[in-house]
Nanobody, 115 residues
Framework: QVTLVESGGGLVQAGGSLRLSCAAS????????MGWYRQAPGKQRDLVAR???????NYADSVKGRFTISRDNAKNAVYLQMNSLKPEDTAVYYC?????????WGQGTQVTVSS
């Protein structure tokens, strides 16, 4: 049973920072890609940032320059450093691990940014 567990969400004022962490268990292989998605109420789940096993990254335009994704392949973990947070960053953030044709998801962690 593959499990992804997120941590680090919470309530922060606009301009503040949070760091999300996600650790995988139940799998010995390294994910091809790991990433973070977010879903605000009434909206679809969208990609925030993704990182390949070699370290290549891509970001949503709305977070470029503010968020940084990183991973620890030895721990099969992924992190998201979020700076200069804005109220529009408020959402449930989901960790994702991709291995070939399989996608695995965490349960989500709430990030709320107050104005």
């Amino acid at each position: 049973q593959v499990t992804l567990v997120e941590s680090g969400g919470g309530l922060v004022q606009a301009g503040g920072s949070l760091r999300l962490s996600c650790a995988a268990s139940g799998i010995s292989l390294r994910f091809n890609f790991m990433g973070w998605y977010r879903q605000a109420p009434g909206k679809q789940r969208d990609l925030v940032a993704r990182i390949g096993i070699g370290g290549s990254t891509n970001y949503a335009d709305s977070v470029k320059g503010r968020f940084t994704i990183s991973r620890d392949n030895a721990k099969n973990a992924v992190y998201l450093q979020m700076n200069s947070l804005k109220p529009e960053d408020t959402a449930v953030y989901y960790c994702n691990g991709n291995l070939f044709t399989n996608d695995y998801w965490g349960q989500g962690t709430q990030v709320t940014v107050s104005s």
